[in-house]
C-alpha cells in the first residue's frame, strides 16, 4: 500500500521548490483513491494548491472519494466556475450529496450555473430522505425494451451509455411508461448470441428496492443478496434510479461504527457520527452525556445498595475490598455474552428463534467459567486473609455474580429486540451497571447471612 | 424482506401433506439467498429432505450461499455421486472452500472423482493459505491479448466465458507468458467503436494483489479502491486468478466481528469465530477465560489498593459504598474513549499523526464531563450525607477519575498501535480493570488527605 505521509513529505519539498510542472505531472499520476487518502493527510491550503492542479475528470473523481466534509471545503474555496464544471461531472447521486452537506444559499447559487437537464435530476434526488434509497440511487440508468435483440442492445450501449456516463452493471428491461419488467446482466448479453430477443434473456423476479426503503434495509438487501447493484422503483414500479455496491459500502461501515458506538453508550441520533471524534467539542459531550447520565443514576442505586449494609460495612470493613473484583468480573463476563448476542442479532448468526437455546448455553458457560474463578478466589483469599469462610463468601459471590451476569448479558438483547428497539443501545454501561447493582447485593446478602453471625 | 419463519411453517405444511411436487416447485421458485435463509433456519432432516428435491444449479448456488458447517453437513449426507456434481458446479474457490473444510480424507474422495482439469486447479487452490489472497482467489479468469480488436474480444467472450462459467467484470490483458500487462472494463469494451485494439484501451497502472498477500490487505485494498475485482499476481507478475468483491464482504463482516469479539475480550487467535456462540462449549470457554484470568490479576491488584487502605476502611466505612460509583463512570468514559479511538483507526478515520491532538481533545472533553458529574455527586453527596468534606472528596474524585480514564482510553490505542498490536484487543476489559486500580489509588488518598484528619 501507498506510505501516505512519505508521499505528503515528498510532494511538500516540490511544492517548496515551486515547480509546479512536476507537481502537476505527479499528482495527475496517482490513482484517486491514493489521492483521496494524501489530500485527506494534508493541511487545506496544501490541499487545495494540489487540488487545482489535477485535471478536471481526475478532480470530479477526487470529490468523490473525499468525506462530505472535505467536499464541501475544496469546492467552497474553488471559484464558481470551476466549482461548477466539477460538479456537472460528478454522477448525479454524488452531485446531490455533495450539493445537499452545503448550505441552501451555496447549493441554490451551483443548481443554477448547472446544465438545465442536469440540475433538474439533481433537485429530484435532493426532495427524497437522503437516508432512504431516493436518496442514495442514481437516476443515469441504461434501460432497454424487451422486444431490442441483444445486437440492437450492443449498438445502442455503444452510442447511449458513453454519452450520459452511465455506470454499467446490468440492463433493465422497462415498457414505454418506464415500468420495470426484467433485469439483464451483462455477462448474459456477452455470452448470448446476438440475434437473441431480451425477453428471452431477462430474468422477471427482479430483487428491486422501493424509493422509500431506509437505509438500514438497502444494506440488509445488498448484503443478503450480493448483487453489484439493484434496481430502484417507485410505488407504481417505475424505475427511478439504481444504487451500486460501492454507494452500499460506506453506509455499511457507518452502520456498523454506529453499532459499536452505542454500544459503549455513545448516541449518534442527536449527533452526526462524524462530529463525535473530530467536529464540535460539544456535540461530543452531548453524544455521550446521557448514557453516563443513566449509568450515574443506575451506580447511585449501587452507592444505596452498598449503604443499605452499613452496619456490615462498619462490623466487617474487609468485605469492602472485594468490591471491585466481583463488580470488575461480572461485568467483564456480562459484557462478553451481550457482545456475543448482540453482534449476532445484527449479522443475521443469531435468530430470535433460537434465543431459549442461547440463554441456556451460555448460562452453562458463565456457571462453569463462574465456578473455576469462584474457586481459585476462595483459595486466594482463604490464603491471603486466613479467613476460610471470608474466601467462600468472595468465591460463592463471584460464581452467582458471574452466572448471573452471562444470564442478564444474553437475556436483555432479545428482550430489547423483541420489544423493536435496538439491541447494541448502551449494551456495555447496561450490563456493567446492572451487575453492580446485582452484584453488590447479593454479596452483601450472603455476608450478612454467613459472616455476620461468626464474629 | 422475506419472513423466513413465516416461509418454513408453510413448507413444513407441504411436507406433512406429502405433496413432493409441490414442494419441489415452490423450493425452486425462491432466489438462493432466500433458500440459503431459509435452509439455516430449518432442522437438519428437513433441510436434507428440501435440498434434495432442488435442481442441481439452483443447489450448487445456494451451497455457495450457504455457512460452511452446513456446506459440509449437507453435501456429506447426500450420496457421493450427487455431492461430487454439485461440488463441480461451483466456482472454483467456491468449491475450494468446501473442499477445505472436510477432513482430509473425505475430501480427497471428492478430488478424485472430479473431472481432472478441475480437480487440478482446486488442487492448487488448496496450496495457499485460505488466509492469503492465494486461498481466496477464483482462477478462473478470462484474459485476452493486446493486439486483439474490441470485435475479437466480443466474439472470444460469447465463446469461452460462458463454456468455464467465468465471472466477467474486467478483462485482463495478459502476454503469452500469462503476465498481467492491462485490465479493460466491460464498460470500456462495450463504449469503445468494435475495431479498436485492446492496448488503446487497457489500463496499465493496474491496482492488484500478490497470491501471499493477507486476507486484511486484500479488504484494505477493495475498501479504498472500491473495484468489483482484482486481479492476483504472483511474484513474476503472472496473473493467478481474481477475487470479486462479493467474496470479500464476508470477509470485511469477519473482520468487523472479529474486532468487536476483541474489545470485550473475547479471543478468536486460538478458537473459530463462529465456535464461540454455537460450536463446542469448550472452546467457547477457552475464547474467552483468558481475558477474564487477566481481569482476575488487575482486580486483585485493585483489591490489594483498598486493602493498602484497612485502617481508612475501618476508621471511615461509608467511603466504600462510594467505590461502585467512581469505578463505574470511570470505567464508562474511558470506554467511550477506547472504543472511538479503536474504530478510527480501523476505519483509518483517524491516523497515528493526529494522535496528539485526539488526546488533547478527550481529555479536556473528559474533564469537562467529570467537572459536571462531579458537581453534580457533590451536592448530591452533601444533601445524603449531610457532610460537606465527603461530598468534595468524592466530587473530586470523580473528575479526576473520569478525566484520567479518558486520557487512559484515548492514549491506550495508540500506544498499542505504535507497538504493532491490534488496539482492538481487549480494550474494554483492560481500560475498566486499569481505571479500577487507579481510581480506587486515587479515592483513597484523597480520603486519606482530606477525611482522615478531620475524624
Known amino acids: 500500500m501507498l506510505n501516505v505521509s512519505n508521499v505528503i513529505d515528498r510532494l511538500r519539498e516540490i511544492m517548496a521548490d515551486e515547480t509546479f510542472t512536476q507537481l502537476k505531472d505527479e499528482l495527475n499520476a496517482y490513482h484517486v483513491a491514493d489521492l483521496a487518502d494524501i489530500f485527506q493527510d494534508m493541511k487545506p491550503d496544501e490541499r487545495l494548491m494540489c487540488f487545482k492542479l489535477l485535471d478536471l475528470e481526475k478532480a470530479a473523481d477526487v470529490i468523490e472519494y473525499l468525506p462530505a466534509n472535505l467536499q464541501v471545503e475544496i469546492l467552497g474555496d474553488l471559484d464558481e466556475e470551476t466549482a461548477s464544471r466539477i460538479i456537472t461531472r460528478l454522477p448525479h447521486d454524488a452531485a446531490a450529496d455533495v450539493l445537499g452537506d452545503m448550505e441552501e444559499d451555496e447549493s441554490e447559487t451551483y443548481l443554477e450555473k448547472l446544465p438545465h437537464k442536469f440540475s433538474e435530476e439533481v433537485r429530484e434526488l435532493l426532495t427524497y430522505n437522503e437516508d432512504t434509497a431516493g436518496g442514495m440511487m442514481n437516476p443515469a440508468v441504461l434501460t432497454v425494451n424487451s422486444d431490442m435483440s441483444v445486437l440492437d442492445v450492443l449498438n445502442y450501449i455503444r452510442t447511449k451509455a458513453e454519452h450520459d456516463r452511465m455506470e454499467l ?212 483469599t482463604w490464603g491471603w486473609k486466613h479467613n476460610i469462610e471470608l474466601g467462600a463468601v468472595v468465591g460463592a459471590a463471584m460464581i452467582i455474580n458471574m452466572t448471573l451476569a452471562t444470564i442478564i448479558g444474553t437475556f436483555t438483547p432479545f428482550a430489547l429486540k423483541s420489544a423493536k428497539i435496538d439491541p447494541a443501545v448502551a449494551s456495555g454501561p447496561v450490563i456493567a451497571t446492572t451487575i453492580d447493582v446485582l452484584g453488590l447485593a447479593i454479596y452483601f446478602t450472603l455476608v450478612s447471612v454467613f459472616l455476620m453471625k461468626t464474629i
Open 169 to 380: 452493471y446490468y440492463l433493465y428491461v422497462v415498457d414505454k411508461q418506464n415500468h420495470l419488467l426484467g433485469v439483464v446482466s451483462l455477462r448474459k448479453l456477452l455470452t448470448t448470441s446476438i440475434d437473441t430477443v431480451v425477453e428471452d434473456i431477462m430474468i422477471s423476479d427482479i430483487v428491486k428496492l422501493h424509493v422509500d426503503d431506509y437505509s438500514d434495509s438497502v444494506t440488509e438487501e445488498f448484503m443478503k443478496y450480493q448483487y453489484n447493484a439493484l434496481p430502484v422503483v417507485d410505488f407504481y414500479n417505475r424505475l427511478k434510479g439504481m444504487i451500486t455496491w460501492d454507494d452500499v459500502h460506506d453506509l455499511v461501515q457507518e452502520e456498523t461504527t454506529e453499532e459499536i458506538y452505542a454500544s459503549s453508550g455513545i448516541s449518534t441520533d442527536v449527533v452526526d457520527e462524524d462530529e463525535i471524534i473530530s467536529g464540535n467539542i460539544l456535540n461530543a459531550i452531548r453524544a455521550r452525556t446521557p448514557w453516563l447520565f443513566i449509568t450515574l443514576i443506575g451506580e447511585f442505586i449501587a452507592v444505596n445498595v452498598a449503604n443499605h449494609y452499613d452496619h456490615t460495612l462498619t462490623a466487617l470493613p474487609v468485605i469492602a475490598i472485594f468490591m471491585p473484583l466481583l463488580a470488575g468480573l461480572g461485568g467483564n463476563i456480562g459484557t462478553q455474552s451481550i457482545t456475543l448476542m448482540v453482534r449476532g442479532l445484527s449479522t443475521g448468526q443469531i435468530t430470535m428463534s433460537t434465543a431459549f437455546n442461547h440463554i441456556i448455553r451460555e448460562t452453562f458457560i458463565g456457571f462453569v467459567i463462574g465456578g473455576f474463578f469462584g474457586i481459585l478466589v476462595t483459595i486466594v
